[in-house]
């Protein structure tokens, strides 16, 4: 039996982009495309405090999604404080 030959990973990864990119443009609306995901994912703060009466677990949630998002601006200012650096 023959062997199949694999793309390189640079092969790959240019044929992945070029169809993540085909994929966007025939997409309306890519904020409803995404919605499901976001919604999903700020739905975890909440469900960090699910035994909460409902204003505490929205209130505390916020303050977890918002942490989440301040250390993710410190980590990527870091990143970029090394790379300039370099």
């Not at 609306?29 to 499901?36: E, I, L, M, Q």
């Not at 960090?48 to 929205?58: C, T």
Request: aromatic content about 6%.
């Amino acid at each position: 039996m023959a062997r199949v030959r694999q793309p390189s990973p640079t092969v790959r990864s240019l044929k992945a982009k070029a169809a993540a990119h085909t994929s966007w443009a025939k997409t309306d609306d890519p904020s409803a495309r995404t919605a499901p995901a976001r919604a999903k994912f700020l739905d975890r703060f909440e469900q960090q405090f699910a035994d909460l009466p409902a204003p505490e677990r929205i209130r505390r949630a916020a303050h977890a999604r918002k942490a989440y998002f301040a250390n993710l601006a410190a980590k990527s200012a870091e990143a970029r404080r090394r790379k300039a650096a370099s």
